[in-house]
């Protein structure tokens, strides 16, 4: 299937533009975003779709030519019943979108596969980022894929495994001290003037496009059925607006019925979407430090910032946050209770859930759906020190059995 895009169109100020690779409006320097011939996906209907991996959405995404679409496989992320965390929680039915099961692990390979596809499209032979680590290591890895040479700015303090990551796949890893509000607004300055393309998330359409097929694919699994409250996470505001983006183009279609709330996730410690919803006023950045939430920590998501406060305001929805302590504690009681491993900034979504069923906010008796956007596997960890037992056949059978009739 074809890509249906057709041109780019400002947030702000509904000025058009053709399909090249712009990344601001040329009248107001507003946010652009992609448009698509959405009468013939209302024509042809959900049964267009074919194949596996992201690109199955090829028809919603705007790569015009398939010899430049890049993949490892990413997509196709498993939607799970997540019943006895539902029973702790105390609500009738929960979804877990595990985005860990990429293939760096995070969500962040669905925006790199169109942002290495659009750099391909657009004779780019190199691609930047600046990251706390899952972009980073996402990029660089779909940059290697494509044979792009990869500039990988990274946080200082990323995980070791995110930085084991990096350093083997990227082309250029770069470090740089204080967080990443610190380097973003001098990055996204200076790459517009070199040829590399704009790997990052403040303004590039192509990129955030990808993130779209995250809302296509929960609606193919539950079968155009969404649940009524869908939980995502926030940081610079990707994932929540290439969301919303595709529940309203599926709505347009007449694919989906109506579009579920949706709910603002983000650390207390990294908060200025929560705190300007919350307070009625637009968007004033904050100055902050480290939250377990890594992926998380964004305090200027500037005009992305602004474009998910818009969606909340214009749709009815919702946003929290929770400290980090709550979000370990949900990192936790997910692995226990479900078996799933996700690093903090993939729980932060449940951790806000559970504030939000606390505080009355959210009906428990409406089916929730909550974005768990990264694996465990890619944190930090506090060690584990085991002492070992001295293996005897009557030693283990003894244990076992006395195991056995103790409580779980
Ligand atoms: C980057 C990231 C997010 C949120 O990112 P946005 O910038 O808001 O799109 C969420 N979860 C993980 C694991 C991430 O790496
Ligand atoms: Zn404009």
């Known amino acids: 299937m074809e890509s249906l895009a057709t041109g780019l169109r400002c947030v702000w100020c509904a ?6 690779y712009l990344i601001e409006c040329s009248r107001c320097q507003g946010l652009l975003e992609l448009h698509y011939d959405l009468t013939e996906g ?5 049964s267009m779709l074919s194949g596996g991996t992201l690109w199955r959405y090829a028809a919603f995404l705007p790569i015009r030519d398939p010899a430049h679409r890049v993949s490892l496989g990413e997509g196709q992320t498993p939607l799970l019943e997540a019943p006895r965390l539902a029973a702790v929680l105390g609500v009738r039915r929960l979804l877990l979108k595990f985005e860990g099961s990429n293939p760096t692990g995070t969500v962040k390979d669905r925006s790199s596969a169109t942002a290495v596809a659009a750099a391909r499209q657009f004779g780019y032979p190199a691609i930047s980022v600046v ?6 290591s996402s990029i660089a890895a779909y940059a290697s894929r494509a044979g792009l040479r990869a500039f990988i700015f990274c946080y200082e303090r990323a995980s070791p495994p ?3 990551h990096m350093a083997a796949c990227a082309s250029d890893l770069i470090f740089y001290q204080g967080v990443y509000d610190d380097l973003i607004t001098i990055w996204d300055r200076v790459i517009q003037e070199l040829p590399i393309f ?8 192509y990129k955030q496009e990808g993130k779209k097929t995250l809302a296509y694919e929960w609606a193919e699994q539950t079968d155009f059925h969404l649940p009524a409250t869908l939980v995502l996470p926030v940081a610079v505001g990707e994932v929540f607006i290439a969301a919303w983006r595709g529940l309203s183009e599926m709505s347009r279609m007449g694919w989906i019925e109506r579009v579920p709330r949706l709910v603002a996730a983000q650390s207390a410690r990294s908060n200025p ?17 480290y939250t377990v939430a890594e992926g998380l920590a964004c305090g200027n998501p500037e005009r992305k910032g602004e474009w998910v406060l818009k969606i909340l ?14 979000i370990l ?16 900034t993939g729980c932060a979504t449940l951790a806000v859930l559970v504030n939000l069923l606390r505080a009355k906010q959210i009906d428990p008796d409406e089916p929730i759906g909550c974005v768990i956007s990264e694996t465990g596997l890619k944190s930090e960890v506090t060690p584990v020190r085991p002492q070992g037992i001295i293996p005897t056949y009557e030693g283990v059978k003894t244990l076992l059995l006395e195991r056995l009739a103790q409580a779980p």
């Not at 000025?15 to 090249?20: F, K």
């Not at 990251?131 to 980073?136: H, K, L, Q, V, W």
């Not at 979407?273 to 430090?289: H, Q, S, W, Y």
């Open 313 to 326: 305001r214009e749709s009815g929805g919702l946003a929290a946050d929770a400290e980090d302590e709550e």
């Open 162 to 164: 995110k930085l084991a």
């Open 198 to 205: 704009d790997g990052g998330a403040s303004r590039n359409a």
């Open 42 to 46: 209302a024509k042809r209907g959900p």
């Open 15 to 20: 000025a058009e533009s053709p399909l090249d």
């Open 273 to 289: 979407v929560v705190t300007a919803f919350n307070e009625g006023r637009a968007l004033t950045p904050l100055k902050i430090g």
């Open 131 to 136: 990251s706390t680590g899952n972009a980073g």
């Open 329 to 344: 504690e949900a990192q936790r009681l997910l692995a226990h209770t479900e078996g799933i491993y996700a690093g903090p």
